[in-house]
T-cell receptor, first 110, second 118 residues
């Protein structure tokens, strides 16, 4: 079993749709959870960060963590064509390096 | 402020040649990480370095791969005797602290070096 699993997609939605991106993990020691966005031919950039179970909102983005189920989600409201990218979940323990999921490719169609 | 600079952006090598990938971290960052990205496999950790020290190389292949981060100059990822399986995008990231996970010190990534082995 991989340490972090993520549906690779591709996911295609119409502009304005709500997008749900998900990751599951196996290591219960993970404490810090992140979402990175990666545009084509670019490096990943940090989008959201959280360290506790529950929801965290930032504009159109909401990150959700359920440690009991080892499940994290990223919701994008009112999706825009500029949101088209690959979304990588990432997580780490308090003492180890950041581990990334394989990424989900998202296309928002105008 | 310059971000993480990686060069070259694209590198083509024949089998058996050496590849040298360079990474200049964000100014003031003393923690450098190298990741390799293959299609549909995400970013795989390779090595974590501080100035003049390798802290964690658990993701580095045991042979042909080496990394350094000298006191002066960029971090270098060196691949000797490249094979076709080394073809990938190699990303460098830097952080001001060892944590690399918070908003105060997230990983700052470069735009990668795409290595093609022919």
């Amino acid at each position: 079993q991989k340490e972090v699993e993520q549906d690779p997609g591709p996911l295609s939605v119409p502009e304005g749709a709500i997008v749900s991106l998900n990751c599951t993990y196996s290591n219960s020691a993970f404490q810090y959870f992140m979402w990175y966005r990666q545009y084509s031919r670019k490096g990943p950039e940090l989008l959201m960060y959280t360290y506790s179970s529950g929801n965290k909102e930032d504009g159109r983005f909401t990150a959700q963590v359920d440690k009991s189920s080892k499940y994290i989600s990223l919701f994008i409201r009112d999706s825009q064509p500029s949101d088209s990218a690959t979304y990588l979940c990432a997580m780490k323990t308090s003492y180890d390096k950041v581990i990334f999921g394989p990424g989900t490719s998202l296309s928002v169609i105008p | 402020n310059a971000g993480v600079m990686q060069n070259p952006r694209h590198l083509v090598r024949r089998r058996g040649q050496e590849a040298r990938l360079r990474c200049s971290p964000v100014k003031g960052h003393s923690h450098v990480y190298w990741y390799r990205q293959l299609p549909e496999e995400g970013l795989k950790f390779m090595v974590y370095l501080q100035k003049e020290n390798i802290i964690d190389e658990s993701g580095m292949p045991k042979e042909r791969f080496s990394a350094e981060f000298p006191k002066e100059g960029p971090s270098i990822l060196r691949i000797q005797q490249v094979v076709r399986g080394d073809s990938a995008a190699y990303f460098c990231a830097s952080s001001p602290t060892p944590d690399g996970s918070s908003y105060n010190s997230p990983l700052h990534f470069g735009n990668g070096t795409r290595l093609t082995v022919t």
